[in-house]
């Protein structure tokens, strides 16, 4: 007679999928939680990197202004 059937361990699946994992609800806050967080920072970075882009972006189109203005003042003779 093959054993009876035992629930799998806290916080793990049960084998081949079946059914839900049986997790302590104060884990699964807690997993919860820190996806949420972890979420969270990857916004923060994705904000910091775009406004890095947007700032050099920025910069090089004063520089280009700026070369232009010295270029024009530099190329025009003095009266």
Same mark, same amino acid.
Do not use: K
């Given at each position: 007679? +093959? +054993?009876? $059937? =035992?629930?799998?361990?806290?916080? #793990?699946? =049960?084998?081949?999928? %079946?059914?839900? &994992?049986?997790?302590? +609800? @104060?884990? /699964? @806050? =807690?997993? =919860?939680? *820190?996806?949420? !967080?972890?979420?969270? #920072?990857? %916004?923060? @970075? ?5 406004? %890095? @882009? $947007? !700032?050099? /972006?920025?910069?090089?189109? *004063? *520089?280009?202004?700026?070369? $232009? /203005? *010295? ?5 025009? +003779?003095? &009266?």
């Amino acid at each position: 007679m +093959p +054993p009876p $059937d =035992r629930p799998a361990p806290a916080g #793990r699946p =049960r084998p081949g999928g %079946a059914g839900p &994992s049986l997790m302590n +609800p @104060a884990l /699964a @806050a =807690r997993v =919860r939680q *820190l996806a949420a !967080q972890a979420e969270h #920072r990857r %916004a923060i @970075a994705e904000f910091r990197a775009r406004r %890095a @882009a $947007d !700032q050099q /972006a920025r910069l090089n189109a *004063l *520089l280009l202004e700026a070369i $232009d /203005a *010295l270029a024009a003042l530099l190329g025009n +003779p003095a &009266s």
